[in-house]
């Protein structure tokens, strides 16, 4: 194409929209706005897709065409063509070496829609900056190069973009040039990626066949691809409905800053994340829970009654009450929930792998605290979209995270708000963003998790027995100690713990069983099933167990516990020297064989969520005192080993004593 053909094809195609004036500014203020990414693997064609669209768009001028034919001849790639992909890879590393590494954001509109794209990197290297791309976008477009098919890099792009809540993809099968307008390579790619998908949230796929470089149903339909007929990739993006699909209906408003401009205003600024509010609305500061009412909304245009997001305003409450940067703004009806600790979907994004137990500094909206993460439930393999289990991740790797923070965070499920559901990680010491994190549901979490919190009251007085401690040994001729016996469901545990205190009270000691199935119809019938519901059922059962060793008591407790990091909570908290750990390996094909109450099946058809052995990962203990199985050993014989065990540490006399002393 020579430089007076383009620039006269520019012309007839931008001449509508280079003067914008009048009513015309109102038509461009009416239009809905699409926010779309490209992804795609190195040298699939996303730059120079993002270019044709421009320049058919009409939204290269006439100075820019010439000065893009001038770098076409310096740094394109096309031979004589002009190449559009340095209209969108600005700066010079990538344009000397043919690849996108930052994400490049253009502006461009159509009389249907406006648009903002995001042309991001394709090299694994920076697929941290594309998941950056990819958490603001409604749309995505992933391009695949016509003679190399489904890559890694797809299957990886699919899975973020799956992962960040993006319900529109558009697979744009590009340099179908190359492959002579094949159908049946780009049936084969179709169905390819179909069967990657099956396995994604993703509601909406559409498959477009294109050259950019040649402008192949970019912007209007080809005759190269008779057999395809659903429109070229301009009108899927003018037609395809977002609206009203990513955010929440209620309100979440982050404060960003306390406005203070004067002694007799006091005002809230941030950005709405959700939702909306009208002056007079009863809202609920958290995570402090004080109620008030919103006296006005300020702008700089002036006061408004309603504002709704993502408007940037500033709120005036009726009441004056104490309200900080990173506190949020909901109604009472609708609030979002107070974690200490969230199970998150995590994008590490370092070459220094994640580790657990490191502090690192956590930004979620306006809010920011220390973090630290306490497991790696599972990483994820990419092509298979299966769970594997981990230790860490690294660079680009995919995982699922128990992530505990030291301040209370107030957060949505991401799948609902983005805004609030999301957050990244930075490293304290180099200051380096080294992963994004989506937080998933948090069912009943402000009642769980509380290993952490500090007692309500401020003047609590313990009291203190008047029987010590040796008078309560010489009273019950044994010392204080708790069995945890841990394992998964079906595995043996209570049959174990019950056998286990019917042993000690025939030889006359004082035991009494704890156990986690039953706590759930008592003290813990608030909790369900989440993990830190599952973590704060454990701790409750270990209260129980620390409050009978100090009356000199001993204790079984019979929990499923499938956490390392909760496990050594039970440890701290009842003292190593008085915890004696059983750990039943059971196999899960035996465990599931047992199950009479249907919950294996349950788990399997997602009816139950984070379901140790099934859908959540069971952490083998690294340091129990006894390892056993109830597949092929009685739990009379497993009893009588416990035993042994407790007169080894001195907890009990040997077995005959105790029976001699209580006549039995």
């Known amino acids: 194409m020579s430089a007076a053909i383009a620039k006269a094809a520019l012309s007839r195609a931008s001449a509508p929209h280079r003067t914008v004036a009048g009513d015309e500014v109102q038509q461009q203020s009416e239009k809905d706005l699409l926010k779309f990414l490209t992804c795609g693997s190195v040298d699939d064609g996303?730059?120079?897709?993002?270019?044709?669209?421009?320049?058919?768009?009409?939204?290269?001028?006439?100075?820019?065409?010439?000065?893009?034919?001038?770098?076409?001849?310096?740094?394109g790639t096309t031979g004589g063509e002009i190449d559009t992909a340095l209209l969108v890879d600005g700066l010079e590393d990538e344009r000397q070496q043919g690849?996108?590494?930052?994400?490049?954001?253009?502006?461009?509109?159509?009389?249907?829609?406006?648009?903002?794209?995001?042309?991001?990197?394709?090299?694994?290297?920076?697929?941290?900056?594309?998941?950056?791309?990819?958490?603001?976008?409604?749309?995505?477009?992933?391009?695949?190069?016509a003679s190399k098919g489904v890559l890694t890099q797809t299957r990886r792009h699919a899975f973020i973009v799956s992962m960040l809540g993006i319900k529109h993809v558009v697979l744009a099968v590009n340099k179908m040039d190359l492959v002579d307008y094949s159908q049946a390579v780009f049936d084969d790619i179709r169905n390819d990626f179909t069967r990657v998908a099956a396995h994604l949230q993703i509601p909406d796929i559409r498959f477009v066949p294109l050259s950019a470089l040649r402008g192949d149903n970019v912007s209007r339909p080809s005759s190269n691809t008779p057999w395809y007929a659903d429109g070229p990739l301009l009108h899927i993006l003018e037609s395809v409905y977002v609206q009203g699909e990513q955010e929440m209906e209620h309100l979440r408003f982050p404060v960003q800053w306390v406005n203070r401009p004067r002694a007799d205003f006091r005002g809230f600024s941030g950005s709405i994340a959700a939702g909306e509010v009208n002056v007079g609305d009863e809202v609920v500061v958290l995570p402090s829970k004080k109620r008030s009412r919103i006296r006005s909304i300020v702008t700089m245009d002036g006061d408004l009654q309603t504002a709704a997001a993502p408007a940037a305003v500033t709120l005036t409450l009726a009441d004056e009450i104490d309200v900080t940067r990173g506190d949020m703004l909901a109604h009472p009806a609708h609030q979002p929930t107070i974690v200490r600790s969230a199970e998150a979907a995590l994008v590490w994004m370092s070459e220094q792998p994640l580790a657990v137990g490191k502090q690192y500094w956590c930004k979620q909206t306006t809010r920011r605290t220390?973090?630290?993460?306490?497991?790696?439930?599972?990483?994820?393999?990419?092509?298979?979209?299966?769970?594997h289990p981990a230790q860490t991740l690294r660079l680009n790797e995919l995982g699922f995270c128990r992530v505990a923070f030291h301040d209370p965070l107030v957060v949505d499920d991401f799948r609902h708000s983005r805004g609030t559901g999301s957050f990244i990680l930075v490293d304290r010491i180099t200051h380096e963003t080294v992963a994004a994190g989506m937080i998933r549901a948090q069912p009943n979490a402000t009642t769980a998790e509380h290993w952490d919190d500090e007692p309500a009251g401020l003047q609590l007085e313990c009291a203190t027995s008047r029987v010590t401690p040796q008078e309560r040994r010489d009273r019950y001729g044994h010392r204080p100690a708790t069995i945890l016996i841990t394992g998964l469901s079906g595995a043996g545990k209570t049959t174990l713990a019950l056998e286990l205190e019917e042993r000690l009270f025939d030889q006359g000691c004082i035991a009494a069983v704890v156990d986690g199935q039953t706590l759930r119809s008592g003290i813990s019938r608030d909790l369900g099933f989440s993990a830190e519901e599952r973590s704060e059922n454990l701790r409750r059962g270990a209260e129980i167990a620390k409050l009978a060793n100090e009356a000199g008591q001993i204790c079984i407790a019979a929990f499923v516990a499938p956490e390392n990091s909760v496990r050594q909570r039970v440890k701290q908290l009842i003292g190593k020297d008085r915890l004696l750990h059983v750990h039943l390996e059971t196999p899960l094909d035996v465990c599931r064989a047992r199950d009479r109450h249907g919950r294996y099946l349950a788990a399997d058809a997602g009816r139950i969520d984070s379901f140790p052995g099934v859908t959540f990962q069971y952490e083998l203990p690294a340091d129990p005192d006894l390892v056993a199985s109830t597949e092929w050993r009685s739990a009379s014989s497993i009893a009588e080993e416990i035993v042994a065990l407790l007169v080894q540490r001195g907890v009990l006399t040997d077995s005959a004593t105790a029976s001699d002393r209580c006549g039995r």
């Not at 120079?48 to 001849?73: F, H, K, M, N, P």
Request: hydrophobic residues 40%; glycine residues 6%.
């Open 46 to 75: 996303k730059s120079t897709l993002i270019g044709r669209l421009l320049l058919e768009a009409g939204a290269v001028y006439d100075d820019q065409l010439e000065s893009l034919y001038a770098e076409s001849g310096k740094h």
């Open 99 to 145: 690849i996108t590494i930052d994400v490049a954001y253009r502006y461009f509109s159509t009389p249907r829609r406006k648009f903002i794209i995001a042309d991001t990197p394709g090299h694994e290297q920076f697929t941290r900056n594309m998941a950056t791309g990819a958490s603001n976008s409604d749309l995505a477009v992933i391009v695949v190069d």
């Open 370 to 387: 220390s973090c630290e993460i306490r497991a790696v439930r599972h990483a994820i393999d990419v092509n298979s979209q299966r769970e």
